[in-house]
């Protein structure tokens, strides 16, 4: 799986080929007069506008297969949202503290996914955290924290512990009543990984699927060595336009980034963050973002998130230890100057290239 997972002389290597391939793709451009046919495609799920690129030189191909990836994408969405009282999560919830529901393979593999992140995360992924952000969304509308009382009920209704699952049977229980899962943090990554494979299933390989907060890419544009990916820089500014943090050229890899910059609440003074601490029960207040570049999307997604909650000393430990991921942590300072935090591997990994570093 491309640079990351190669040692530095293969990587020094592999990076010559990728400089031969696509010497040899421009030749071959030259030689056919039709340059490959590049294709954008948006559509809004999940509360946000997934957009596709890919080069595709067949019209019909380009639209059915463009079609089916959304389509997936919905398919996911009619699983995992919290917002939709008949997604398969809803009904699971509704069930908590009853006897364990059988789930569609989908649903089981996300859950599967999701327990394996809250165990290599030492519990800071956690999806389970829905009572938690109940109470956020909560504190949103009153701009009030709240009491005591409500977060240790809430905090009585979390932990990943509580959810049981069976490999055979296919099935899950929530063992206390209230319990509440919240696949925010893994669901988009999920999703753009399943696109990908859909367009690929079509002969499409040379594919972007970005779904908001993180971006899963194929094989790269047609004479270049990977898709170009824009970081924004935190601490954004309503109504100014986005600072650049940094650009990633990336390959058959994915990347999120999760912070408070796009959802916060505040309350006397003090800002709290739509990711919530499981231990605490309630928003994180540093000021934080990560990003994460791993083979895989919906991992990249759920340890952005987790890198959040872990904080820069313990979150780089942490991805330090896992040889086909790396970080870049911002934290923001109490006079607002942002500390940047690349795991070694950040510029590395990345294989193909890095710049504005
Ligand atoms: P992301 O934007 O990927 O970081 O996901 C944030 C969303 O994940 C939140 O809006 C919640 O729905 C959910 N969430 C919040 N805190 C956590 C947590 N500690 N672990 C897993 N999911 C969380
Ligand atoms: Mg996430």
């Not at 996911?76 to 364990?100: C, F, Q, T, V």
């Not at 050229?249 to 505040?266: C, M, N, P």
Request: proline share 6%.
């Amino acid at each position: 799986m491309v640079g990351a997972a190669l040692p530095g002389s293969t990587l020094v290597l592999w990076i010559c080929w990728l400089a031969l391939a696509t010497l040899g793709q421009h030749t071959a451009a030259r030689a056919t007069t039709k340059p490959p046919m590049r294709h954008e495609q948006t559509q809004t799920h999940m509360g946000t506008t997934f957009k596709l690129t890919f080069y595709c030189d067949d019209e019909a191909t380009a639209s059915q297969a463009g079609k089916l990836a959304f389509a997936r994408i919905g398919e996911i969405d009619s699983i995992l949202s919290d917002y939709k009282s008949d997604s398969e999560l809803s009904r699971l919830n509704r069930a908590a503290g009853g006897p364990a529901q059988p789930v569609s393979e989908d649903f089981f593999a996300v859950l599967a996914r999701a327990r394996e992140m809250h165990a290599c995360t030492d519990g800071a992924f956690d999806i389970s955290v829905g009572p938690a952000v109940r109470l956020w969304r909560r504190s949103r509308r009153s701009k009030r924290l709240p009491t005591l009382a409500a977060r240790q009920e809430a905090l009585a209704k979390m932990g990943f512990n509580k959810v049981r699952l069976d490999h055979q049977a296919k099935t899950v229980a929530l063992t206390q009543p209230g319990m509440l899962l919240d696949a925010g943090g893994i669901a988009k990554g999920w999703a753009c990984d399943e696109a990908l494979k859909i367009l690929r299933q079509h002969g499409i390989t040379r594919a972007l699927v970005d779904g908001g907060g993180g971006v899963s890419v194929g094989e790269p544009p047609p004479g270049k060595s990977g898709w170009q990916i824009a970081i924004a820089a935190p601490g954004r500014v309503p109504g100014q336009p986005l600072r650049l943090e940094t650009t990633l050229l990336l390959a058959k890899q994915a990347v999120a980034t999760s912070g408070d910059a796009e959802r916060s609440v505040e309350i006397d003074g003090k800002r709290y963050s739509h990711i919530v601490d499981p231990q605490t029960g309630l928003g994180l207040t540093r000021r934080i973002q990560a990003s994460v570049v791993d083979p895989d999307g919906a991992t990249a997604d759920a340890l952005a998130t987790a890198l959040c909650v872990l904080g820069p000393e313990k979150g780089l430990a942490f991805i330090e230890s896992r040889p086909y991921s790396a970080a870049l942590i911002l934290q923001m300072d109490e006079k607002g100057q942002i500390l940047r935090y690349p795991s070694r591997r950040w510029p590395r990994l990345i294989g193909v290239g890095i710049e504005n570093p």
